[in-house]
C-alpha cells in the first residue's frame, strides 16, 4: 500500500472524446513534477476515472495526511457540480484517516486573456473598431449551463477593454443549443466585422477543439474576406501551470486553517453534531467548532429543527421569532436533515410547477432576510436560493459550515446558493435551509466577535 503525506486531485469537465483524458493525465505529469507529490485527474463526467472512482482509488490505496480536491472546468452541469463537494465530504467519512478538502474553482480569465492576446497578435492587423471576440461553448439542453459561456464571455470582453483587442462581442456554440458557430460568425460580418477572434470556452477538450476548427475552416472559405482565426486551449498557455501551482497553494494554506481549533472549514470535520461520529475525531472537536462561548457546554441531542413553527399577526412564519434563547439552542445541533442530503431539485421540476417554486423562493428569501439580515438575490440556475456575505471569506466560512450539516450549498465570489424546489414544505426542507443558515450565520458572528 503507497504511502502519501500530501495528495492531490484534479477534476475535469470529461469529454467522448481521447484527447480530454490525455490533456489531463499530461497536466496532472507535469503537474506532479512541479509540486512534488502525487496528482490524480478525474472527470466530472463522460470520462474515466469519475470522481467518485478517483476518491474511492486515494481512499483505499493512498494513506495520505491530506487530499485537496480542486475543479478544473468550465460550464458544466450545476447539480452535477453540487454533487462534488458531497462526494469528497462522503469521503471523509469512509476513510477517516485522511483530511479531505474540496478547493474554490481556479479563476481561469488571465488564462483566457492571455489565449486572447496571443491570437490577436496573429491578426493581419489590430483595429479593435472592425474586430470581434466569438466565445464558443460547448452547448447543453441545460440553460444553466449554458449561462456560465456568456458570464465567461462577458468577463473576458471587459477585462480586454483597456486594451482594445476587440469592439464587439457575440457567442455561440458547438452543438445542443443555439445560435451555433456559424451563425455566431454571420452575426459578427453582418455588424461590420473584418476580424474574428473565436475563443473556445473548453479546458481539457481537445477533440470538440478540432471539430471547432474544422467549422471555422469551412466558415473562413464562405466568408474569404473576414479573417477568422481561432485561439489555442488555455491550458496550454504559459501561465496556466503557474496559475493553477499558485491556486494550489492558497487551497494548502486554506486547508491547513480549516484543520485548526475554531474554524469549521474542512471535510474532516464531518461530524453528527449531537455527539454520534461519522468517523474518528474525538469529542472534542466538536468543542472546538462551537464559538468560545459554547465550548466546554453539555450538548443536546434535540434537532434545532424540532423548535415549533411560530405565526405573526399576518399568519406569517416568525422566522426571526421562533428561536427564544438562540444562543443556546444554536448549539443544539442541525436540521434533521442529516440522513439524507437536502439537494436542488432539477430544472424539469421547477418547469413544471413555476408558480409553487416562485411561492417557495419567496418565503427561503423572507426567511432568510429575517434571521442573516443579509440580502438575498436570484439564481440564473434553477433550483438554488442566493444569499448575498460580506465579503468572500465569509462566504467560504458558511459554505463549509454549512456543509457539516448535509445541505447542499454552492459558492460564486460573495454568494452562496442553498437549495429550493416546488415541492418544499414549511415545517421540513423550508425550515431546514433558514435553520441552516440562522445558526451558521450565528457562528459566524461568534467567530468574528472572538476574533477581534
Not at 14 to 25: D, E, F, N, V
Not at 51 to 59: F, I
Not at 130 to 157: C, F, H, Q
Not at 306 to 317: H, M, R, S, Y
Amino acid at each position: 500500500m503507497a504511502d502519501y503525506r500530501n495528495l492531490l486531485i484534479i477534476i475535469g469537465r470529461g469529454s467522448r472524446g481521447p484527447k480530454a483524458i490525455s490533456s489531463i493525465q499530461a497536466l496532472a505529469s507535469i503537474f506532479s513534477e512541479r509540486l512534488e507529490l502525487p496528482v490524480f485527474p478525474c472527470f466530472l463526467e463522460f470520462g474515466t476515472p469519475s470522481v467518485t472512482e478517483a476518491l474511492e482509488y486515494v481512499g483505499a490505496v493512498c494513506q495520505a495526511d491530506h487530499v485537496i480536491v480542486l475543479p478544473l472546468f468550465q460550464a458544466a452541469n450545476p447539480f452535477l457540480k453540487s454533487r462534488v463537494p458531497q462526494l469528497v465530504a462522503q469521503a471523509g467519512t469512509e476513510w477517516p484517516g485522511t483530511y479531505y478538502f474540496y478547493g474554490t474553482p481556479l479563476d481561469m480569465l488571465s488564462s483566457l486573456y492571455q489565449s486572447l492576446n496571443a491570437a490577436a497578435q496573429t491578426l493581419t492587423s489590430q483595429n479593435a473598431d472592425t474586430t470581434a471576440l466569438l466565445m464558443v461553448g460547448r452547448g447543453s439542453i441545460d440553460p444553466a449551463e449554458n449561462a456560465e459561456t456568456y458570464k465567461a464571455a462577458r468577463l473576458l470582453w471587459e477585462a480586454q477593454r483597456q486594451a482594445a483587442v476587440c469592439d464587439l462581442l457575440e457567442v455561440a456554440f458547438y452543438n445542443h443549443t443555439m445560435p451555433n458557430i456559424l451563425t455566431g460568425i454571420e452575426r459578427c460580418i453582418r455588424l461590420g466585422t473584418d476580424r474574428i477572434i473565436v475563443m473556445p470556452h473548453l479546458l481539457f477538450d481537445g477533440s470538440i477543439q478540432d471539430r471547432i476548427c474544422e467549422q471555422i475552416e469551412s466558415a473562413r472559405k464562405d466568408n474569404p474576406s473576414c479573417e477568422i482565426v481561432v485561439a489555442e486551449p488555455i491550458e496550454t498557455q504559459s501561465n496556466f501551470v503557474k496559475a493553477l501551482a499558485n491556486h494550489y497553494a492558497e487551497m494548502k494554506q486554506a486547508a491547513l486553517e480549516a484543520s485548526m481549533p475554531g474554524l469549521p472549514l474542512g471535510f474532516s470535520h464531518t461530524f453528527d453534531i449531537s455527539g454520534s461520529h461519522t468517523h474518528s475525531h474525538s469529542a472534542q472537536n466538536l468543542q472546538n467548532l462551537l464559538p468560545p462561548r459554547y465550548q466546554n457546554k453539555p450538548v443536546s441531542a434535540a434537532p434545532m429543527g424540532a423548535a415549533d413553527l411560530i405565526l405573526d399577526a399576518n399568519n406569517q412564519v416568525a422566522w426571526d421569532e421562533m428561536w427564544q434563547g438562540f444562543c443556546d439552542l444554536a448549539m443544539a445541533g442541525g436540521p434533521p436533515h442529516r440522513g439524507d442530503l437536502l439537494e436542488p431539485v432539477s430544472p424539469q421540476d421547477v418547469a413544471a410547477d413555476p408558480l409553487a417554486y416562485e411561492s417557495i423562493l419567496a418565503e427561503l428569501e423572507r426567511g432568510i432576510r429575517l434571521v442573516t439580515g443579509l440580502r438575498t438575490v436570484r439564481s440564473n440556475a434553477a433550483g438554488w436560493v442566493g444569499v448575498e456575505c460580506t465579503d468572500e471569506a465569509m462566504a467560504l466560512w458558511l459554505l463549509r459550515a454549512i456543509i457539516v450539516e448535509n445541505i447542499s450549498v454552492r459558492r460564486e465570489g460573495c454568494i452562496l446558493y442553498l437549495p429550493a424546489g416546488p415541492a418544499f414544505r414549511l415545517s421540513h426542507e423550508i425550515k431546514n435551509v433558514i435553520t441552516v443558515i440562522a445558526k451558521t450565520h450565528h457562528y459566524w458572528k461568534e467567530h468574528i466577535t472572538a476574533a477581534s
